[in-house]
Structures are given as structure tokens and as C-alpha cells.
């Protein structure tokens, strides 16, 4: 194809642009890295840019001494399993049934789980009621209140409405139960959708902190995610305006090797997983 | 009851799909077992969406924790009239709006400009590494960028004030600093979205006919022009809902983000409706005015997804590319 000056040029600056884009994307966790990997004096001095300077794994041996840091992968990983599995079983029940579209009730039941997206009692009744149910300091503060997402149930009872008919009811005059039909032929038809949304579950689970400030004041119960915060927040603006970072722990080096222990599972995964999630994009904006 | 089951086909011929009660009852018997896999899910939004909901009522009241919500006295509007009275309200709502709107009017435009120049690469594996790397951020926590953040931003070691510095000037106190603080939250909410706010505009673009393209070229139309008179357009009513959208969530500032990243220092610009609502709750226990600001905003958000919801309705019934 012939093209002028000017595209040439355009597409030069594009490509250049689209490279500066994953350097700004990536630099920070490079950075990151490289910090966590080096000697705490060429840090302090900000000599450590894109590769470790006086390399030393110093840094993740404190790190894995810290107890709260250990509580701290043991109470992530109790959600992320525990809480995805309770997630998946019960949106996908959920999505069963709504997915009926004789049922009696199920325009009702769907405006009703329709509204909870719209509305919320807020903060503080919320606290309420997890105190009330006695879970305040249980991590299943951090699951129960959502077992279900409402967005993601609509995506799943969609998915599930496009199974063929006649399969459903093949299984149905084969005596299967409503619920062997649900796992024995819906969810194995669904693989796709549901790794999907398990991972989107998965990753919330992983990554959510707001509600443990709220709900776990024992520290022995913090999700990771806490304690980094703690780790890189506490006296930390106080830090920024002092600059006086002496003590003998290599405090950068050490913040930074915490980020990269909280970040690292995603970041292994992301690559294989990337597409799943963009799937997921794909499917949320087909409307059923 | 159970032997009064209907042949389905036969009763809708009688009567034309208008249930009596008796059928109703059969059917609703019929599909007991969906109803019964339905149950687990409607006790979990009642419990922990409806009950909350009938919590908000403490916002009428002054709760106290001995007598419960139940138990604590009406007031009416009382704790409104506090609210809209305090020195902290109107400064908060005015920060939520005024970073909102920032983000819009910065944030908004990045997905599109990215996914246009997305759309313009030759190599499907350069563009493909690029998508990938760009929709990273995405799965990070906000401490997580916030920690990253600081660490970019740092006066002493951060890249940003070593590029500053290189170039003769003061190093600048990004987080701490009223005047920056503002950008800083602007610019990490474009570093997180950009890449997946992209998605939606290359599925839409990737919906465009070719044809067009081709017979544009063959009437000499150049690169600009096809850009400006076929892919721009087509993808014009996606940005016209998804901005519509977008305002319907106005009132969320970006509560988790300015939860870890701001500071004392920093409330008088970062200060909102959501953080504000939280140190009266969870620092000040004063449960009945945080529930009142809680409410205040969500019957706002919700006027306004409404409102907004209709609107992009319109749009897509008017275009139909959707």
C-alpha cells in the first residue's frame, strides 16, 4: 500500500508513543524490583534505577521473618480459596435458577438483585450487621457479605441461558435432578465463563483491603495486603518530609520486597490469564 | 397439591398464558427444586444487602449501640440538618465532585486516544504486547499503586524528582503538597484504567467493516481522512454511553484510592464525601451522622444512575451499534 510522508512519520510516533506506554507501565515495578534486590545505601543515595545495585537478598530474609507477613499469606490464601469456591458454588446456583425464564418470581427476584448495584445501605449499617452476626475479627467478614456479586451473577445466568435447550431437558428426562444437571452438565458446559469469573472473584479476594480495615482489628488476621499497607503507609508521609530513613532494617529495600511479595502471584499468573479476564470484559457487554 | 400437575402445553391453550391462581400454584410447586437452589442466594441479598438498607434508617435516628437500631429514638432530620451544617460537608462534596470530574475530563478521552493508536498498529504482535502490558495495572490493589506511587514520587529517590533534580530544579513533595496532590490522584487513576478502559473501544472498533476502509482507499481517502470519517464515528456511540455512564457515577471520587494514598496534610483537596463518611463512622463512632452522609450520597448516585441509564438508552436505540 502507498503511503505518504506524514503516515510514515505517524506510525514512527506511534510505535514510539505505544513503547513509552509500557515503560511507564512497567518502570515502577522494575524499579520496585531492583530496589528490593539491592544494597540499602545505593538505594538511599537513588542510584537504583532499572537493575539491582550491591545485590543482596537481605531484604526477603526479613522479610520472611516477619510473622505477620507469614499470618498474612495464610489468611489471603484462606480467602482466595475458601471465599472464590464459596463465590463460584453460590452465583452459580443462583444463576441456575434465575436462568429459567418461565419461573414465577423471576422478574422480581432480578429487579431486586438489580437494585443492591444501585443502592446500598452504606459504611456503617454494614458494619452494623457484621457485628450484629458476631463475625467482627473472623475472616469471614471478608467473604460472607460478598458471596455473590450481583454483576457477576447476571453474567453468568446470561451464559447459562444460551445452553441449548434441549440438552437441559435430554438430562432432565434422564432423571437427573435439577442439581446433578446444574454440575453435571451446566457448569462443565460453562468452563470458560466460570474460570472467568473465578478469577475476577479471585482477584478481588486478593486484593481487597477496605473491608478488613473495617472489620479485623487483630493483626494476626490482616490479609496481606494489610500489612503492606502498614508496612509502606505508617509514619510514612512523616518519612517523605524528613527524608530520614536510619534505621539499621533497609526500610526501602524492605517496603519494596513486601510489594513485590503481595504483587508477585498476580503478576506470574496475569500473563496466562490475561485473556480469560478480557473474555470476561467481552461477556459483561453482551446484553441478554 | 402434588397431583394437581397441568399439562403445560394444553392448560396455555385454554387459556391463552393467563395463569389462574391454581396454576400458578401448580407451576410454582412444579419448579419447587429451582426454588429451592434459588433460596441460598435470595437469604444472602436479603441478609446482606436489604438488611443494611433498613439499617440506613439510623440516619433518622440517634442510634445508640445499647438500644440498637431498633431500640433508638426518631429524630427525623436531625442528623441532616448537622450535616449540612458542618464545617467538613461542603468542602467534601465540592472535592468529590471537582476529582471526579478531573478524572473524567482527563481519564475519559486516555482508553479512546489509546485504543485509536492501538488500532493503528501494523504488527499484531507488537499491538498485542502492548494490550497485555497495558491492562496490568488493572489487577494491582490501590496499596499496591499507592505504594508504587510513593515510591515514583519520592523526593529523594523517586524517579520522577531524580528527573526534576537532573534538570536543576527543587525536588517537589507530590504526596504531601496540596497544589500536586490532586494530579497525583488523576494521573494514577489514568495509569491504572487506561489499558482496560481500552477494551470495550478496540471490541468496538474491531466490529468495523472492513469494506469501508477499502473503499475509502480506493477513493484516494488518506489515513487521516479514514480515521476521522470511518473509525472515529463508529465508535462514537460507544463513547456516547460510556460517558453517560461514567457521569452516573459522579459521586464516586475514588474512595480506595484516596484512602491509602492521602494524608492530614492533604485533606483540604482530598478530603471526600466517602473518606469523610469513614473517620466519622470508624475515629468519631458517630454512627448516626455517618449513616446520614452515607445515604445522602447513595440516593444521589442512585438519582443519577437512573437518569443516566434512560439517557444511554436512547443513544442506543437511536444508533443501534451497541
Given at each position: 500500500m502507498r503511503q505518504t510522508k506524514g503516515e510514515k512519520i505517524f506510525e514512527v510516533f506511534n510505535v514510539i508513543i505505544m513503547c513509552l506506554l509500557a515503560l511507564v507501565t512497567l518502570y515502577p515495578m522494575i524499579n520496585v524490583l531492583a530496589v528490593s534486590l539491592s544494597r540499602n545505601d545505593y538505594v538511599v543515595r537513588g542510584e537504583v534505577t532499572f537493575y539491582p545495585i550491591g545485590f543482596t537478598l537481605k531484604a526477603y530474609n526479613y522479610l520472611f521473618k516477619f510473622s505477620t507477613i507469614l499470618d498474612g499469606y495464610r489468611n489471603t490464601l484462606f480467602l482466595v480459596i475458601v471465599g472464590t469456591a464459596l463465590n463460584l458454588f453460590f452465583t452459580a446456583m443462583t444463576a441456575y435458577a434465575l436462568s429459567k425464564r418461565d419461573l414465577i418470581g423471576r422478574n422480581l427476584f432480578l429487579f431486586l438483585i438489580v437494585f443492591t448495584m444501585m443502592f446500598g445501605g452504606g459504611m456503617i449499617p454494614n458494619y452494623l450487621l457484621v457485628k450484629d452476626l458476631h463475625l467482627i475479627n473472623s475472616l469471614w467478614s471478608l467473604i460472607l457479605p460478598g458471596t455473590i456479586s450481583a454483576y457477576n451473577l447476571i453474567i453468568m445466568k446470561n451464559f447459562f441461558q444460551a445452553i441449548p435447550r434441549e440438552l437441559i431437558e435430554s438430562s432432565r428426562i434422564d432423571g437427573l435432578s435439577e442439581m446433578g444437571i446444574l454440575f453435571r452438565m451446566v457448569i462443565p458446559l460453562s468452563l470458560p465463563a466460570l474460570t472467568t469469573i473465578g478469577l475476577f472473584y479471585a482477584v478481588g479476594h486478593w486484593n481487597s483491603f477496605f473491608d478488613a480495615i473495617i472489620y479485623i482489628n487483630n493483626k494476626k488476621k490482616w490479609p496481606l495486603q494489610l500489612i503492606l499497607r502498614d508496612i509502606l503507609f505508617f509514619a510514612d508521609t512523616q518519612q517523605a518530609l524528613?527524608?530520614?530513613?536510619?534505621?539499621?532494617?533497609?526500610l526501602e529495600p524492605l517496603k519494596m520486597a513486601t510489594v513485590i511479595g503481595t504483587t508477585l502471584p498476580v503478576l506470574v499468573f496475569y500473563p496466562f490469564i490475561q485473556k480469560y479476564f478480557v473474555k470476561g470484559v467481552m461477556i459483561g457487554s453482551v446484553k441478554g | 397439591m402434588g397431583n394437581v400437575l397441568i399439562d403445560k402445553n394444553s392448560g396455555k391453550e385454554l387459556h391463552k398464558g393467563k395463569y389462574n391462581l391454581k396454576r400458578k400454584m401448580a407451576k410454582i410447586w412444579k419448579d419447587k427444586s429451582f426454588y429451592l437452589i434459588l433460596l441460598p442466594g435470595i437469604i444472602y441479598f436479603v441478609l446482606f444487602h436489604y438488611v443494611p438498607m433498613y439499617g440506613a434508617t439510623i440516619a433518622f435516628k440517634d442510634f445508640k449501640v445499647m438500644q440498637g437500631i431498633l431500640g433508638s429514638k426518631w429524630v427525623g432530620f436531625k442528623n441532616f440538618i448537622e450535616l449540612f451544617n458542618h464545617p467538613s460537608f461542603w468542602p467534601v462534596v465540592r472535592n468529590s465532585l471537582i476529582i471526579s470530574l478531573y478524572k473524567v475530563f482527563w481519564g475519559f478521552p486516555a482508553p479512546i486516544i489509546l485504543a485509536l493508536l492501538l488500532n493503528e498498529l501494523r504488527k499484531e504482535s507488537f499491538k498485542r504486547t502492548i494490550q497485555t502490558i497495558s491492562y496490568l495495572p488493572h489487577f494491582l490493589s490501590w496499596v499496591v499503586i499507592g505504594g508504587l506511587a510513593v515510591k515514583m514520587l519520592?523526593?529523594?529517590?523517586?524517579v520522577v524528582n531524580l528527573i526534576i533534580k537532573a534538570l536543576g530544579f527543587k525536588p517537589i513533595y507530590f504526596m504531601v503538597n496540596p497544589k500536586y496532590f490532586r494530579s497525583v490522584l488523576v494521573l494514577t487513576d489514568i495509569w491504572h484504567g487506561i489499558g482496560w478502559g481500552s477494551i470495550i473501544y478496540l471490541a468496538a472498533l474491531s466490529g468495523v467493516d472492513p469494506q469501508l476502509y477499502e473503499a475509502a482507499t480506493v477513493d484516494g481517502a488518506s489515513r487521516w481522512r479514514q480515521i476521522w470519517s470511518i473509525t472515529i464515528p463508529s465508535i462514537s456511540s460507544t463513547i456516547a454511553i460510556m460517558l453517560i455512564l461514567r457521569m452516573g457515577g459522579?459521586?464516586?471520587?475514588g474512595f480506595e484510592q484516596i484512602f491509602v494514598m492521602y494524608s492530614p496534610n492533604v485533606y483540604d483537596v482530598a478530603d471526600i464525601i466517602d473518606t469523610f463518611n469513614y473517620r466519622l463512622g470508624f475515629?468519631?463512632?458517630?454512627y448516626s451522622l455517618a449513616t446520614a452522609i452515607g445515604l445522602f450520597k447513595s440516593v444521589i448516585g442512585f438519582t443519577l444512575i437512573l437518569i443516566t441509564n434512560k439517557l444511554s438508552k436512547l443513544i442506543d436505540e437511536g444508533n443501534g451499534i451497541w
Open positions: 524528613t527524608d530520614d530513613i536510619s534505621t539499621n532494617i533497609p | 519520592s523526593p529523594s529517590t523517586g459522579i459521586m464516586n471520587a475515629e468519631n463512632a458517630q
